[in-house]
């Protein structure tokens, strides 16, 4: 079946720092990538998706490149900020007619001043 | 915004006695889900609704059942509820147009301690 596998945290930075969170996944056809995050208190949001091979989802300086050959989704920042404190979960999701959203296991991020 | 709401926010009940959680939509958004979000597995699925009465299960649905009546609300019932049922509760939405197509957005969550 499909799985998600997500480097496991916390992960701990300074603010300034450069970011990588590791993503790689297994599925049967050809999935949508997807990174939410998690702010303290609060439900998941989208930050960002890409939908087939070679595609770039990038938002709120965040980017994640989907990669087919390596079956990878690693989410970047260039300079993290404390605001960018969360959890992030990288997360699947199979073609039409399929309705589950496959998630990891998340990445707590804690950014320091 | 999606306008998702869901309640309560909070629970504390015993063990073996039935729970109700709500999930109310203003939007009229077809599809909606329920997950239940555990540390060191994420989220998972345990049951969808397509439309009205429509309804399937997800990966871990063995305890809980839903119903949907109306297109805005969509519950999710704990019969007989127990210590393991004991976590943060999602609802979430399918967008239907734009940029949003094909994306859930998430509700802020309910959590439920069975004690």
């Known amino acids: 079946g499909d799985s998600v596998t997500q480097m496991e945290g916390p992960v701990t930075l300074s603010e300034e720092a450069f970011l990588t969170i590791n993503c790689t996944y297994t599925?049967?056809?050809?999935?949508?990538l997807f990174w939410y995050v998690q702010y303290p208190g609060e439900g998941l949001q989208l930050l960002l998706k890409?939908?087939?091979?070679?595609d770039k989802g990038s938002n709120k300086g965040f980017e994640a490149t989907y990669r087919k050959e390596t079956t990878s989704f690693h989410l970047e920042k260039g300079s993290v900020q404390v605001s960018d404190s969360a959890v992030y979960f990288c997360?699947?999701?199979?073609?039409?007619?399929?309705?589950?959203?496959?998630f990891g296991t998340g990445t707590r991020l804690t950014i320091i001043p | 915004d999606a306008g998702i709401t869901q309640s309560p926010r909070h629970k504390v009940t015993e063990t073996g006695t039935p729970v109700t959680l709500r999930c109310h939509q203003t939007?009229?958004?077809?599809?909606m889900y329920w997950y239940r979000q555990d540390p060191g597995h994420g989220l998972r699925l345990i049951h969808y609704?397509?439309?009205?009465?429509?309804?399937d299960k997800g990966e871990v649905s063995d305890g809980y059942s839903v119903s949907r009546s109306k297109t805005e609300d969509f519950l999710l019932t704990l019969e007989s509820a127990t210590s393991s049922q004991t976590s943060v509760y999602f609802c979430?939405?399918?967008?239907?147009?734009?940029?949003?197509?094909?994306?859930?957005?998430f509700g802020p969550g309910t959590r439920l301690t069975v004690l």
């Open positions: 939007e009229n958004h077809r599809y």
């Open positions: 979430a939405i399918k967008g239907t147009s734009g940029s949003a197509y094909n994306e859930q957005f």
């Open positions: 599925a049967t056809g050809y999935p949508s």
């Open positions: 890409a939908t087939k091979a070679d």
């Open positions: 997360a699947l999701k199979e073609g039409f007619g399929n309705e589950k959203l496959t």
């Open positions: 609704s397509y439309g009205v009465k429509d309804t």
